[in-house]
């Protein structure tokens, strides 16, 4: 039960959906962003809570649908994610990718977002996150990624 | 200050995930589709839906006549870091704003509850450090 070229389409019109989104929201501005993380600035834009807060109270419904679905409309099962342990590999990650999201504002949805509008600060952004990425998958957790 | 724009796209950016989650049965996480990308892992699906990703700015200049705004605030050197950091520590902790922030909150898993509540502690710090330094 695999429809390849459905599947396709479904992923385009989501990152089109997502990316559409994004730049809607405001947060493709690093500024905003830091703005909302900068509690102290004394100009705190709450901004970031309303997006995550309305992306939040979709997937919600979604996931409740999920519960009573046997399978996605297009696959033959859900890839997602068994629950496991809070270890280590998530804190200290989770905490690195914090001090990168607070230093420049950019997380990595809307850095690739913002690729396409062309500005040099963003493309080396990105080629520094992915040198990131690949830093780890290479050398400190050769194959871990999820398939 | 208004915030329906925030909300609204929130709420297409929740649309999104609950399309790839439902009809693909796939969590819209980026640093997981980008990362496997970078990686060669499932390239049509995951390229398809981030050239989507990439087409959203245009199609909001599209729709609205200018682009969305963009003001880069860090030094280059801060920027590479903070790249570098995003790579690195979204493979070590499975996921980003995304996956743990959105889906896994939504689904209630207890990593991504701790995954988000420790980046935005980080974030905060991070931002915070960046004023006081800078």
């Not at chain 1, 998530?90 to 062309?118: D, N, T, V």
């Not at chain 2, 724009?5 to 649309?15: A, C, E, F, T, V």
């Amino acid at each position: 039960m695999t429809q390849p070229l459905p599947r396709l389409f479904v992923a385009l019109v989501a990152g089109a959906l997502f990316g559409f989104g994004l730049a809607l929201s405001g947060m493709l501005d690093p500024a905003r962003v830091i703005g909302f993380l900068d509690i102290g600035s004394g100009h705190w834009d709450p901004s970031l809570a309303f997006v995550l807060g309305g992306a939040l109270a979709v997937a919600l419904g979604a996931m409740a649908l999920v519960r009573r679905m046997k399978r996605p409309v297009l696959d033959d099962h859900f890839h997602i994610p068994p629950p496991g342990q809070i270890d280590r590999r998530l804190i200290l990650g989770s905490a690195l990718f914090g001090l990168g999201w607070g230093m420049a504002g950019f997380c990595p949805g809307p850095a690739i977002a913002a690729l396409s509008m062309g500005f040099l600060p963003v493309v080396l952004f990105v080629a520094a996150m992915l040198a990131g990425m690949t830093i780890h998958d290479r050398f400190v957790a050769v194959g871990a990624v999820r398939r | 200050m208004n915030y329906w724009p925030s909300l609204s796209g929130g709420l297409l950016i929740g649309l999104s995930a609950a399309l790839l989650l439902l009809l693909n049965g796939r969590i819209a996480g980026i640093s997981g589709i980008v990362g496997r990308l970078a990686q060669g892992a499932q390239v049509p699906a995951n390229a398809a839906f981030v050239i989507g990703l990439l087409a959203g700015p245009v199609l909001f200049a599209i729709a609205f006549g200018r682009w969305p705004q963009v003001t880069i605030v860090a030094s280059l050197p801060a920027i590479l870091i903070a790249g570098l950091l995003v790579g690195f520590g979204t493979r070590m902790g499975s996921g980003c704003t995304s996956g743990h922030g959105i889906l896994g909150l939504a689904r209630f898993s207890r990593r991504s509850i701790a995954a988000t509540a420790i980046f935005l502690v980080a974030g905060i710090a991070a931002a915070t450090l960046m004023r006081l330094v800078g």
